[in-house]
């Protein structure tokens, strides 16, 4: 079986605090749940706010930058993720159609080499 990522995207000013309410909380309990009982799910987790990132970058010469923030610019980060294992991209499809309905944000799903 092959292995998907399932990333939700926030946008950058996203506030667990007022957005992730009981209802939102259950539904993401309740897709974890259903995960585990199918025997997918490698790992979940969820990320801090994009401001909390931190980005390092190797230069010529050995120096390595490192520097506040994501490491691309843009109105959207990853906010959480899962690994999972699918038998095909259907099937890990159709678990991201779930955590865009349980998460209320958009997901892309990509496989692992």
């Known amino acids: ?32 749940d259903e995960m585990g009982a199918a025997g997918c799910r490698i790992f979940v987790g969820g990320l801090q706010q994009a401001s909390k990132a931190r980005s390092v970058r190797a230069k010529p010469g050995g ?13 959207e980060h990853v906010g959480g993720f899962w690994v999972l294992e699918a038998a095909d991209l259907d099937e890990a499809l159709a678990w991201g159609r779930k955590a865009a309905i349980a998460c209320r944000a958009p997901v892309e799903v990509r496989p692992f080499h």
Do not use: C, S
């Open 63 to 75: 120096e390595v930058l490192i520097t506040d923030g994501p490491y691309t610019e843009a109105k």
């Open 1 to 32: 079986m092959t292995q998907y990522l399932v990333a939700i995207y926030h946008r950058d000013d996203y506030d667990a605090a007022a957005v992730e309410d009981e209802a939102m909380l259950r539904d993401i309990d309740a897709l974890n």
